[in-house]
């Protein structure tokens, strides 16, 4: 059984890593990339619906909102694999 | 009511409920002075880092700092909010799952060392009373303002109120008096910022008003204030003047920063379980974002009412407000031209500008300047006091608990008691405010520098070595105190040389490729993680027990 578990337990940190990475990636990309290496080009369009110019929008409200819901979704996507792989703590102490 | 009477009644009770909870809440373990008994719901968790983390300066200054900014504000708004994602994805789970007390009780613990352990209760309590003497400063400030005491006896009085539920109550009073700072503060930040909405866009949400239109113009509210601001000589509001790559840093150093800071870490240790630690990180998100939305708003909104109303108007016919804040100080006028006409104008302006407004007068100011009920400039002082007391406590609280905990408990003295250390962390705690009102009183001339010196450290020293401890099993002793050491030192050197002194050299061209001192932490951390993994790599790796508990803390419970 403890072999088992410790291949469990890697596989559990494989999928972690790879969710973490993946939300990584959209934060950096909302922030860095939409709010700052990308600002100007973003400017000459405005967000659809508003006067926002869009690069700004993304700086100083939308990275915001996005960091939000990331981690949300990262809490119910580990919510879901500590069930999957039967280390979540709603099952006992 | 007048504006004071308003403001004494609404301090008055805030201060009354805040002591109410403290007796209500008193500790009477260490686990629940230092981490509340674990007993802390997520949601309430959230309310209160959100309160322990928006400080004197998030309330009061950060909508005038992107107000005269722009763009470049920025750096504030994606900083301070970014962190989070980091530390919900990367650090709070598994520190919870390791369930110390303090940080360094996780740096010595994990890289299996006392000198790691000291090396962080150094950084701990430099980092923490940097960034305590300005909200006691904070304090002092909004009663010298408001009600007229002296600024001293106002830091006197913060004092007093921390002291006692800080003491008291240790982690458990902190908690729940911060949860009811919370819905203070960010009552009295969201009211004026609706009224002002409504003012200038006719739209109640400022979220919304801010991407709307300008009533008075009937042009966009954006492109109003670009078009002002080019008129007048100063930069297009909606770009900047940094440079793009120290945007990029800054922003950086703040978010790393934000995720290393000591009194924001152990506020996950307060819930009950890991899961708990991860949501609490998206609710104390949610709850700091409401303000850090509203904030550019305001700094539109504040921006363009203060062009409107006092550019070109001659000095003899200004609103009321005007000469109420002059009498402060706060606001500047000196006729240069001697036309008799205030002349407010950027660095492209041919003329000269003849305007000085501080940063806190934007959130200060704004219910005279859009001329609100008295009851809302109360408001907003005793929302100052809340931001600025909450984070006090929480920071007081890292103080004390490194000192009982970590030097006493874990290094100096092990056989202590329990009831020894719980006296311990009191008397730690009583001695921190002590030290945190001579602080207020007696402040460095260069508070603003300092914080920045407190981001650029968390981010150089603890961020890179929790990270690579918890994701990295092979990092050692060795390569974290090195690492650490050496992160501190380059960012400490850069920043002491450019603010402290060599101040006159402190511009792009001197700068390092033009990243600026709020930038170096970035830097910093960058070669703390270099030197870290490099270092580890030649030296032998960590002990077995080590290794397991590095397993254990990646998985929320383990399968018997």
């Known amino acids: ?93 | 009511m007048t504006a004071q009477q308003w403001t004494l009644a609404l301090v008055v009770a805030s201060f009354a409920l805040y002591i109410g909870i403290a007796i209500r809440s008193r500790a009477s373990t260490t686990k629940e002075f230092y981490v509340a008994g674990t007993g802390v719901s997520p949601l309430a968790n959230g309310m209160a880092t959100a309160a322990d983390w928006m400080s004197a300066a998030s309330f009061l200054g950060m909508a005038g700092l992107i107000s005269f900014m722009g763009y470049d504000g920025s750096v504030y708004l994606m900083g301070w909010t970014g962190g989070y994602v980091l530390l919900a994805l990367l650090l709070a789970p598994y520190l919870r799952k390791f369930g110390a007390f303090t940080v360094p009780d996780f740096v010595g613990d994990r890289y299996y060392s006392q000198t790691a352990r000291i090396v962080a209760v150094v950084c701990a309590i430099f980092i923490s009373f940097t960034y305590v003497a300005g909200q006691m400063r904070g304090v002092g400030i909004v009663f010298g303002r408001f009600l007229e005491v002296d600024i001293d006896v106002g830091v006197y009085i913060g004092m007093a109120v921390v002291f006692f539920y800080a003491v008291l109550g240790g982690m458990k009073g902190i908690t729940y008096t911060q949860v009811a700072q919370y819905c203070v503060l960010i009552f009295a930040y969201l009211v004026p910022a609706i009224f002002l909405s409504i003012m200038v866009t006719g739209n109640p949400i400022p979220q919304l008003g801010l991407g709307g239109v300008d009533l008075a113009s009937g042009m966009p509210l954006l492109e109003r204030l670009n078009g002002l601001n080019t008129e007048l000589g100063f930069t297009e509001y909606t770009s900047g003047t940094k440079s793009m790559l120290d945007v990029f840093f800054i922003t950086t150093a703040l978010m790393v920063g934000t995720a290393g800071l000591p009194h924001v870490i152990i506020r996950f240790y307060t819930v009950p379980r890991v899961r708990d630690a991860r949501v609490s990180v998206g609710w104390a998100l949610v709850f700091i974002a409401l303000l850090y939305t509203t904030a550019p708003a305001i700094a539109v909104f504040a921006r363009t009412n203060l062009i409107n109303s006092i550019s070109e108007t001659p000095y003899s016919e200004v609103p009321e407000w005007f000469t109420t804040w002059e009498d402060t100080g706060l606001l500047r006028f000196e006729d240069l031209n001697g036309d008799g006409r205030i002349q407010f104008v950027g660095p492209n302006s041919p003329m000269e500008n003849e305007l000085t407004v501080d940063n806190d007068i934007i959130v200060l100011a704004n219910p005279e300047i859009a001329e609100l009920p008295n009851w809302v400039i109360g408001l907003v002082a005793a929302g100052g006091l809340a931001a600025a007391l909450s984070t006090a406590a929480g920071l007081l609280l890292v103080v004390s608990s490194a000192v009982s905990h970590d030097l006493l408990k874990r290094s100096l003295m092990p056989e202590i008691s329990e009831r020894g250390e719980l006296l311990a962390a009191r008397f730690a705690a009583a001695a921190a405010v002590l030290f945190a009102g001579y602080l207020g009183t007696h402040p460095p001339g260069y508070v603003a520098q300092v914080v920045a010196f407190a981001f650029g450290l968390a981010a150089s020293s603890f961020f890179p070595i929790i990270i690579l401890g918890i994701f990295s099993k092979r990092t050692t002793r060795e390569g974290a105190i090195v690492g650490m050491i050496s992160g501190i030192a380059l960012t400490g050197a850069y920043i002491v040389w450019f603010t402290l002194m060599h101040p006159e050299l402190s511009n792009a061209d001197n700068w390092w490729f033009g990243i600026s001192p709020q930038g170096i932490g970035t830097v910093g951390m960058l070669l703390n993680f270099a030197v870290t993994m490099t270092v580890s790599r030649f030296t032998p790796e960590p002990p077995e027990h080590v290794q397991r508990m590095v397993d254990s803390i990646r998985v929320p419970r383990s399968v018997a």
Request: aromatic share 18%; no cysteine.
């Open chain 1, 1 to 93: 059984m403890p072999e088992d578990t410790t291949a469990r337990h890697k596989e559990y940190w494989r999928r972690n890593i790879r969710y973490v990475g993946m939300l990584l990636a959209v934060w950096f990309l909302v922030s860095f990339g939409f709010g700052i290496l990308l600002v100007e080009p973003l400017n000459s369009v405005n967000l659809p619906g508003t006067a926002y110019p869009l690069g700004f929008w993304f700086a100083q409200q939308g990275a915001i909102y996005v960091f939000v819901v990331l981690i949300f979704v990262y809490v119910k996507l580990m919510n879901g694999l500590d069930q999957e792989f039967g280390v979540s703590e709603e099952d006992g102490a």
